[in-house]
């Protein structure tokens, strides 16, 4: 099992670029998330499904937007970049209900914009 | 006030001596307290739950004290590998009835040989 797969690891854009991140998860888990993590804060989430069909906004989704494609993939897109953005962004996949704690990781996207 | 609170460090302790941290939570609704461990430049991993009882996994004790409003972690016999950032997570029932996780900044922990 791959787990929880994303692409790219790296990417650098010019303010007002956009670009789609893909994750995709083997696990047969329900529910998935998009977080960012700057220094001197804490994982943020973006936004998140539940489950298949259904996508929620979290703490930080201005800028951003997200398509719950199948069970599997979960996509994040910024639409016009802007150096507020740069961060690296976690995508993760969890059981949900009652284990919403237990969630597992992807690899990291290391976005800067300029 | 921040919602979880937690010491960056670093905390520079040499191989095998114990290290203990806190984290400290501000709603006193907070449900259930973990902790997640971070190697540098890594992904996030479950690392242990933290239980009212406190809880033990090989090296590791986890504690919470809802009076005062904090969790710890303390780690025995401390290895090169326990080298790594600790996330302190707290969950909340949010007002539209999910479990929302909250995670705090870290503590940086470097093991010395």
């Known amino acids: 099992n791959a787990g929880v797969t994303q692409t790219p690891k790296f990417q650098v854009l010019k303010t007002g670029q956009s670009m789609t991140l893909q994750c995709a998860q083997d696990m047969n888990h329900n529910s998935m998330y998009w977080y960012r993590q700057d220094p001197g804060m804490g994982l943020r989430l973006i936004y998140y499904s539940a489950s298949e069909g259904t996508t929620d906004k979290g703490e930080v989704p201005n800028g951003y937007n997200v398509s719950r494609l199948n069970k599997r993939e979960f996509s994040l897109r910024l639409e016009s970049a802007a150096p507020s953005q740069t961060s690296v962004y976690f995508c993760?996949?969890?059981?949900?209900?009652?284990?919403?704690?237990?969630?597992?990781f992807g690899p990291g996207t290391r976005l800067t914009v300029t | 006030r921040k919602e979880v609170e937690q010491d960056p460090g670093p905390f520079n302790v040499p191989e095998g001596a114990t290290v203990a941290f806190n984290c400290t939570y501000s709603n006193s609704a907070s449900q259930s307290f973990f902790w997640y461990r971070q190697d540098c430049r890594k992904e996030p991993k479950l690392l242990m739950s933290v239980y009212s009882s406190g809880n033990e996994d090989g090296r590791f004790t986890a504690q919470l004290n809802r009076a005062s409003q904090y969790i710890s972690l303390l780690i025995r016999d401390s290895k090169l590998s326990d080298s790594a950032t600790y996330l302190c997570?707290?969950?909340?029932?949010?007002?539209?009835?999910?479990?929302?996780?909250?995670f705090g900044t870290g503590t940086r922990l470097t093991i010395i040989p």
């Open positions: 997570v707290v969950t909340l029932i949010s007002n539209f009835g999910n479990e929302k996780l909250t």
């Open positions: 993760a996949s969890g059981k949900g209900e009652a284990r919403v704690y237990e969630q597992y």
